[in-house]
Nanobody
Framework: QVQLVESGGGLVEPGGSLRLSCVAS????????MKWYRQAPGKERELVAAMPSDGGSTNYADSVKGRFTISRDNAKRTVYLEMNSLKPEDTAVYYC?????????WGKGTLVTVSS
């Protein structure tokens, strides 16, 4: 049974930091590109960060470059999103995504709220 379980969301003040985690099970994690998406209220889901299966070149949305860092630990079957200098506009539900050719899996999301 494929599962992606996100954690680490919560309420944080502007300028603060959070670290999201996504633990995978039910598939060969090391074969999959891993991505983080987010969806703010009333907006479409957008790609935040992506890392290929080999942990090589990463990609980020322009809005988070220099503030967010994606990483993965294949031994722990986990992908992380380190978020620094958070802004109110970063408020969203953050989703973990695993992709390998036509196989495309999603977690249920974790809510991040940036507010004073």
């Amino acid at each position: 049974q494929v599962q992606l379980v996100e954690s680490g969301g919560g309420l944080v003040e502007p300028g603060g930091s959070l670290r999201l985690s996504c633990v995978a099970s039910g598939f060969t994690f090391s074969n999959y590109a891993m991505k983080w998406y987010r969806q703010a209220p009333g907006k479409e889901r957008e790609l935040v960060a992506a890392m290929p299966s080999d942990g090589g070149s990463t990609n980020y949305a322009d809005s988070v470059k220099g503030r967010f860092t994606i990483s993965r630990d294949n031994a722990k079957r986990t992908v992380y999103l380190e978020m620094n200098s958070l802004k109110p506009e970063d408020t969203a539900v953050y989703y973990c995504n695993a992709r390998f050719y036509a196989r495309n899996y999603w977690g249920k999301g974790t809510l991040v709220t940036v507010s004073s």
